[in-house]
């Protein structure tokens, strides 16, 4: 192969590349978490850094668990994610955020993060502020 080919063949590639972590799925910046429509919270929406979670080494797929690594991510309010009322079953909204015995959630997980001497909120007002 000439030297010409090679090296054009290698900016096809190296651009191409580039284009595709381009296109790679961006995280929003912070935002505020509230229920899907037609569902009634009862606490204050609460207030979540993206960065603060990412710079903790939280993969996106911790919590976007049904997300392909391609597509773009969808939020846990999301029509047939986390998107039924009540507090109990795999798509009740408030077991996407409060359910214990998984590291999914996130007082699951922070609950585990606690008890491995880190800061982190735990209690109900420490997230959703009056």
Known sequence: MSRFLTVTLSLCALLLGAGLASAA???????KLGPPAGIKASKAMVE???????????QCVTCHHTWDGKSDIQGCAATGCHDQPGKKGETAFYT?????????????????LKKAGKAVPVSCGQCHEK
């Open 25 to 31: 799925a961006q995280a929003p910046g912070d935002l």
């Open 48 to 58: 979540f850094s993206h960065a603060g979670h990412g710079a903790a080494d939280v």
């Open 96 to 112: 996407a955020f409060h359910a214990k015995k998984t590291d999914r959630s996130c007082l699951g997980c922070h609950k585990t």
